[in-house]
């Protein structure tokens, strides 16, 4: 997509006529690059000091990740974000912050430990581990690209009398491809449902796929993985115990509800909030910070009347959706996708899906989990979990809502919808991370337009009165285009220039990362300014 636009000039800095180029996902040409952009965000992330692989400097370890000096500014705000629209504007919601290691049987208790698994399949020439229901999902795939593919020719032949309908209805060679991929789907659901590792096999027998890396079809048979990591505990050898680390957070919630409930005095319907690491020992890790083996949820149980978990469900779905798009990064990036098959504890469940470079992917889960988990701690504990209702005069198990949304993947869906590659007039060109304003890792910049003349020490002023509320960063080397590029990159929403005329009558130019318009203002004016766009507080009342 171009776009033309006339903004200013200042000090010189080339930043009038700017064409702006961006991605469009739904164009098929546009999608052909999709990956390269992709590509550039995970090199950019690292340049930037958002997301280094992990142990680099001894070749990385896979599907772990560290969050550098920008990084961690931008997840803690995302973090804050969600924990105060959870704990300030609901007065009957809590938080904790339960430890990674927990009671055995705690996992035996929730299922995990029998039930918390992905079917793996290896390659005996590549010696390559693989989901098997991945492979299969991955040949389901390309089926479906095949269609998009003959869509897209007759589209180019037709122009603007195709019916895509009609075409898909008639045309052999897409009813052939739809006719295979029906079939394949239909029969690798069964398999999924009845857990036939054997017919997962066989599937991948008959649709003979092969390696990606070897090329061979010599596979092993699938078997079920655990996803969970196990460690011991305890000193000597006659008392380690094997613990786990968690795969999920809402167990440490659980476990707690009637520490909670009670030192709480908590009246149904309340929740509990936590953030916190989960482990999984993923067998296919792709996709960046998408899928890691260690990485961080933020969780919230919902305790509710038996009965009246449904309700309680749309009201968490459409509010969960509404904290999503408050962000303003896009309405139509977001879809929620119901799921059919539910687990045999659920009676209802959906998830949020954005889009990524990489197609629409979930980010957040909501559950409706009935009272299956507090149910099962109360068999395994052989403790009493109930909660007297005092309005009803009689105890029960509380139901529960549950909405746990992945940290990285907001990062990753903040990250991938904020990055822009413009090409200015002149030949110049920035990136630009138009990060929402509130979750930018620094919120303004402040520059000297020189090191001399009183400027220098005007700048210091200024921080000193704005680093109390803002993450400010002091700026001074380079030309003031540089700089000004390198909080582009960044997504600094406001550059602050101290010139020879601010020394003079307090005024500073205020630039505008995403217009690049820069506007004379005075100093006094500037923590109203940068507070109205910038604070939390007006994104929170958006919410409520
Ligand atoms: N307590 C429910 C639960 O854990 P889930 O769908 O397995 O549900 C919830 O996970 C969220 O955690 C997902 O929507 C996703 O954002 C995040 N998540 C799960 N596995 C992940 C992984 N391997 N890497 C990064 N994020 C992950």
Redesign the pocket.
């Known amino acids: 997509m171009l776009r033309f636009v006339n903004y200013s000039t200042h000090f010189g800095v080339s930043e009038q006529f700017v064409v702006i180029l961006q991605f469009d996902y739904k164009n098929p040409k546009d999608m052909a690059q999709k990956e390269d952009v992709f590509k550039k965000i995970v090199s950019h992330a690292k340049e930037y000091g958002f997301v280094f692989p992990s142990s680099e400097i001894y070749d990385g370890l896979g599907?772990v990740y560290d969050y550098g000096q920008n990084g961690v500014e931008l997840k803690n705000n995302i973090k804050r974000y969600w924990w105060e629209a959870m704990t300030l504007l609901h007065e009957n919601i809590v938080g904790i912050d339960s430890a990674v290691f927990m009671h055995p049987t705690i996992w035996k208790a929730s299922g995990h430990v029998d039930a918390f698994n992905d079917p793996l399949i290896d390659n005996r020439d590549s010696k390559k581990r693989y989901r098997a229901d991945v492979l299969i999902e991955d040949e389901i795939a390309k089926i479906d690209d095949k269609i998009d593919k003959e869509i897209a020719k007759a589209r180019k032949r037709f122009g603007d009398s195709f019916d895509e309908a009609m075409f898909r209805q008639t045309n052999p060679r897409v009813l052939e491809h739809q006719a295979k991929r029906d079939a394949l789907h239909a029969r690798f659901e069964k398999a999924m449902n009845a857990n036939d590792l054997a017919e997962l096999k066989q599937i991948i027998v008959d649709q003979e796929i092969a390696d990606p890396i070897s090329g061979t079809r010599n596979w092993t048979d699938v078997r079920q993985f655990n996803l969970m990591f196990k460690t011991q505990m305890g000193s000597s050898s006659d008392s380690t115990m094997d613990v786990y680390l968690r795969?999920?957070?809402?167990q440490g919630i659980f476990v707690n509800f009637l520490n909670v409930q009670k030192t709480g005095r908590m009246r149904i319907p309340f929740g509990i909030a936590q953030i916190g690491k989960?482990f999984?020992n993923?067998i296919v890790?792709r996709q960046f910070?998408?899928?890691?083996?260690e990485?961080e949820?933020m969780?919230m149980q919902f305790f509710v009347r038996p009965g009246e978990e449904l309700r309680w469900f749309e009201y968490w779905k459409e509010h969960r959706l509404r904290w999503h798009k408050a962000l303003g990064l896009g309405d139509e990036k977001y879809r929620f996708h119901d799921h059919e098959k539910l687990a045999h504890y659920a009676n209802a469940a959906t998830?949020i899906e954005f889009q990524m470079p990489f197609g629409f992917k979930?980010?957040?889960?909501i559950?409706s989990r009935t009272n299956f988990d507090l149910s099962q701690h109360e068999k395994f504990s052989g403790k009493k979990i109930q909660y007297f209702d005092p309005e009803l005069n009689q105890s029960y198990t509380p139901f529960v809502i549950?909405t746990?949304?992945?940290v990285?993947?907001?990062f990753l869906s903040v990250l991938c919808s904020s990055y822009e590659e413009q090409v200015l007039e002149g030949g110049d060109s920035r990136v630009v991370l138009h990060l929402p304003k509130v979750l930018a890792p620094v919120k303004c910049a402040i520059l000297p337009l020189v090191r001399k003349d009183g400027m220098p020490e005007k700048a210091h002023e200024i921080m000193q009165m704005l680093k109390f509320d803002f993450a400010c960063q002091y700026d001074e080397k380079d030309s003031v285009g540089k700089r000004y590029r390198r909080h582009d990159a960044i997504g600094t929403p406001y550059c602050i220039t101290v010139d020879g005329q601010t020394v003079e009558d307090n005024t500073v130019t205020l630039r505008d990362r995403d217009t690049m318009q820069q506007v004379r203002v005075a100093i006094d004016e500037l923590p109203a300014i940068i507070g109205r766009e910038c604070s939390l507080n007006t994104l929170l009342r958006k919410l409520s």
Not at 247 to 250: I, L, N, R
Request: glycine share 6%.
């Open positions: 599907a795969p999920e957070t809402a989960a999984r993923e890790a910070i998408f899928r890691m083996r990485f949820q969780e998830d979930e980010v957040e889960g559950h549950e746990s949304i992945g990285d993947r907001m």
